[in-house]
């Protein structure tokens, strides 16, 4: 199945210097617990964000070594918890880039959202790392086209991060086998429906909530799916709540979008409260903030609603045409519960870029 993904064409390796750009990504739907080898317990759905990103650059020459030799700086300086990701990551795409073998390489990597401001970043890293892997490979098989260059840039983000394999397209894309035609387990494709115009202006506002390192990784929520109690019903909810956002996201039933995606985002925090051992990533202001989303979209009709990831940062999607409304709303009723009172104005984006 992985076949198509593996290097065959061998050509002279020169050196040379690659850039991307990858952004990342928020869920609607929630991609939660795997089987082995990075593939996903259920379908995902999310879209890819604007001004939240990592630039990556890779400058490599020759060298054949037995494992990828590389020096690794994250805003410029040697930051040893990522070259352990960025170990696992290397050691798993070997079989598909092998040719990562025989270069030496500087990998430069920069977020733009502040460090360390609580939002996983490992999408956007991984997605930005694998396009510049890519990149090289370009160089090696010029005749590799578009849609097989993305394809596989998705794939092997995949197995750095499974939601960076999300992060590798515009827009709404999807992870995982699925209703929707072409969506598999092993790499995400682009949202290939006809969306209506009410969602092609989605704007997310990212409410810092903590900053500080999550007490439970992500990886660990995972695994403990397995053997979780409620797992089969989580998977009957999951298909039911993307039929739903599907049907949503082409009909433009703001309702229905909004009752399906605060439902995932509240699923996912009760897999974790549910899990052996359970664990809470919600902080009470996430809570207070949830209270007083639903408080004000009552009482002024706002089409406004929110999401979680694997943390107590808070998410408010939402139309362009309420932007002011709900900047005037954030500033009034929001903001004492963010950290230093920080947020991040963002919105649905273009997708990865090559610099
Ligand atoms: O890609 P990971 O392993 O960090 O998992 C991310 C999981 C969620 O962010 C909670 C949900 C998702 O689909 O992005």
Redesign the pocket.
């Known amino acids: 199945m992985d076949n198509e993904f593996i290097f065959k064409d061998f050509f002279e390796i020169r050196s040379g210097k690659v850039q991307w750009r990858s952004p990342s990504?928020?869920?609607l739907?929630?991609?939660?617990g795997?089987k082995t080898g990075q593939i996903p317990l259920n379908p995902?759905l999310?879209f890819s964000l604007t001004k939240c990103f990592t630039k990556t650059t890779i400058t490599f020459k020759k060298n054949k070594s037995s494992f990828p030799k590389y020096h690794f700086l994250f805003h410029g300086e040697k930051t040893p918890s990522f070259e352990r990701k960025i170990d696992g990551f290397f050691s798993r795409i070997l079989k598909y880039c092998p040719y990562i073998l025989d270069i030496e390489m500087k990998i430069e990597s920069f977020n733009s959202f502040p460090h360390s401001s609580g939002i996983?970043s490992?999408?956007s890293s991984f997605g930005a790392l694998s396009l510049c892997i890519m990149e090289i490979e370009k160089t090696l098989n010029p005749k590799i086209d578009e849609v097989y260059f993305f394809k596989k840039a998705s794939f092997i983000s995949r197995l750095g991060?499974?939601?960076?394999c999300?992060s590798i397209y515009d827009k709404f894309s999807i992870?995982g086998e699925s209703i929707i035609s072409g969506s598999n387990d092993l790499y995400a494709i682009p949202f290939n429906k006809k969306i209506h115009n009410s969602f092609n202006y989605l704007c997310d506002t990212i409410l810092i909530v903590d900053k500080s390192k999550k007490e439970f990784s992500?990886?660990k929520?995972?695994e403990l799916m397995s053997g979780h109690f409620y797992a089969e019903s989580r998977m009957i909810q999951v298909e039911s709540n993307f039929s739903k956002l599907v049907e949503s996201l082409q009909s433009g039933n703001y309702d229905l979008f909004i009752k399906t995606v605060e439902s995932e985002a509240l699923a996912?925090h009760a897999m974790m409260m549910t899990s052996d051992p359970y664990f809470i990533l919600m902080k009470s202001r996430t809570l207070e903030i949830i209270k007083a989303l639903w408080e004000f979209r009552r009482a002024s009709g706002t089409k406004l609603c929110f999401t979680l990831?694997?943390g107590a940062n808070v998410h408010i999607i939402y139309p362009r045409e309420e932007f002011n409304n709900v900047q005037n709303f954030i500033s009034q009723k929001l903001i004492s519960y963010c950290e230093n009172g920080e947020f991040i104005n963002d919105t649905i984006g273009t997708g990865p870029l090559k610099l």
């Open positions: 990504n928020i869920a739907i929630k991609y939660w795997k995902s999310s996983a490992s999408a991060s499974g939601s960076a999300r992870w992500s990886t929520g995972h996912l990831d694997a």
